[in-house]
């Protein structure tokens, strides 16, 4: 079993939407899911930027805004560094040592401005415990390089076939993972 899982797509296909819906699945059943989530901002109708939230504590912070005075510049918005490193980076390592179950979403060319999310990434890896993710369908960076050529890496696409159902497949990958992975443990 892959311990790493990651889904990929173009934009507007579903990912945060498919990861929400795993996530939410493997609460209900009682499972702890620490980590970072992304969801774009709209004003009127216009995106505005990007949100980060802590799982864990709920903690909210902006990734990236039109209106962002300082910060790498990535397309019309500019990255808050200081959320994304004390909400976003804070939320991964808090996973990597508490939660059963850790979630990025996503490894995507503003996140890749932080070195303090990508040692959160690689504190992740090295915690082994399984990692939900996403993964930005074009952004290019050593990171992504050796995360894709782990052996312990599945990256699996999103479509609009497959969005609607995808989560129950990431459901059981994990719990599958995680019981394996207790029965070598027992």
């Known amino acids: ?24 699945a493997l609460r209900s059943l ?34 990236a805004h039109m209106n962002q005075p300082v910060g790498p510049q990535v397309s019309k918005y500019r990255v808050n560094l200081n959320d994304l490193n004390t909400i976003g980076a804070n939320a991964i390592r808090n996973a ?3 939660a059963q179950i850790i979630t990025v979403d996503e490894i995507g060319p503003m996140e890749l401005f932080s070195s303090a999310f990508k040692e959160a990434i690689l ?13 930005h369908h074009g952004a290019r960076d050593p990171l992504i390089d050796s995360i894709k050529t782990r052996d312990d890496t599945e990256i699996i ?27 070598k443990t027992v």
Not at 34 to 45: D, K, L, T
């Open 30 to 63: 009682g499972y702890d899911v620490g980590g970072m989530f992304s969801r774009e901002v709209r004003e009127a109708g216009t995106r505005v930027g990007f949100e980060i939230m802590d799982l864990a504590t709920g903690q909210k912070g902006w990734l």
């Open 1 to 24: 079993m892959k311990r790493l899982i990651f889904i990929t797509g173009l934009p507007g296909v579903g990912k945060t939407t498919v990861l929400f819906r795993t996530v939410e």
């Open 123 to 135: 504190q992740a890896i090295n915690s082994r415990k399984p990692l939900l993710g996403t993964i």
């Open 96 to 98: 990597a040592a508490k």
């Open 157 to 183: 696409k999103v479509t609009y076939e497959n969005r609607e159902h995808l989560h129950n497949l990431l459901i059981d990958k994990i719990i599958q993972f995680l019981k394996e992975r207790d029965t």
